[in-house]
T-cell receptor, first 115, second 118 residues
Framework: NAGVTQTPKFQVLKTGQSMTLQCAQD?????MSWYRQDPGMGLRLIHY???????DQGEVPNGYNVSRSTTEDFPLRLLSAAPSQTSVYFC??????????????FGEGSWLTVV | KNQVEQSPQSLIILEGKNCTLQ??????????LRWYKQDTGRGPVSLTI?????NTKSNGRYTATLDADTKQSSLHITASQLSDSASYIC?????????????????FGKGTKLSVIP
């Protein structure tokens, strides 16, 4: 049971490049989400999914794309990287976000620098 | 606007001492409150989850309290250890507009950075 696995751990991109952050969970969780964490700020929700084929925007979705073709995987795509997207990205999952009190599990983070 | 405020921003304590971290929130309607521990360079790890009907919950040397009337929570750490050095994040969950149909939205505090020194 690996929990929530994110790759890559570190990435440097040039402005305008695109890339995909991978996230996988092996707990059969319904709910998956992506957050970004910036210095001096709380985690902010980018996109989330309540099941395969269902995604929705969070607080800061601009510049990011997601899809959920399987229960296990929830990749985050940066379409055209900008320096403002330099951040630490966390993937999270939970059995269900429609029920109160379920533990939310976070991945180890992906450090992205856009130059 | 739903907000979660944590204090202090940072705290330094001696190993073996106790400490208390504070969390005030304006989130409404309230569903539950969570405390997470985030080690440097790692993802957050759940410590406690409390609903509005619970006013205290413990996890080893960590004890969280909740006063839903005043919208305040605290995390008390007993007999601190060097491994307690981390950021502690308070997270409040909002009841969805349509119970059972929407998704609970989470509001994260900025965290308190705790340093335990020998």
């Amino acid at each position: 049971n690996a929990g929530v696995t994110q790759t890559p751990k570190f990435q440097v991109l040039k402005t305008g490049q695109s890339m995909t952050l991978q996230c996988a969970q092996d707990m059969n969780h319904e709910y998956m989400s992506w957050y970004r964490q910036d210095p001096g700020m709380g985690l902010r929700l980018i996109h989330y999914s309540v099941g395969a084929g269902i995604t929705d925007q969070g607080e800061v979705p601009n510049g990011y794309n997601v899809s959920r073709s399987t229960t296990e995987d929830f990749p985050l795509r940066l379409l055209s990287a900008a320096p403002s997207q330099t951040s630490v990205y966390f993937c999270a999952s939970s059995y269900s976000i429609r029920e109160s009190g379920n533990t939310i599990y976070f991945g180890e983070g992906s450090w992205l620098t856009v130059v | 606007k739903n907000q979660v405020e944590q204090s202090p921003q940072s705290l330094i304590i001696l190993e073996g001492k106790n400490c208390t971290l504070q969390c005030n929130y304006t989130v409404s309607p309230f569903s539950n409150l969570r405390w997470y521990k985030q080690d440097t360079g790692r993802g957050p790890v759940s410590l406690t989850i409390m609903t509005f009907s619970e006013n205290t919950k413990s996890n080893g040397r960590y004890t969280a309290t909740l006063d839903a009337d005043t919208k305040q929570s605290s995390l008390h750490i007993t007999a601190s250890q060097l491994s307690d050095s981390a950021s502690y994040i308070c997270v409040v969950s909002v009841v969805p507009f349509r119970e059972g149909a929407g998704s609970y939205q989470l509001t994260f505090g900025k965290g308190t950075k705790l340093s335990v020194i020998p």
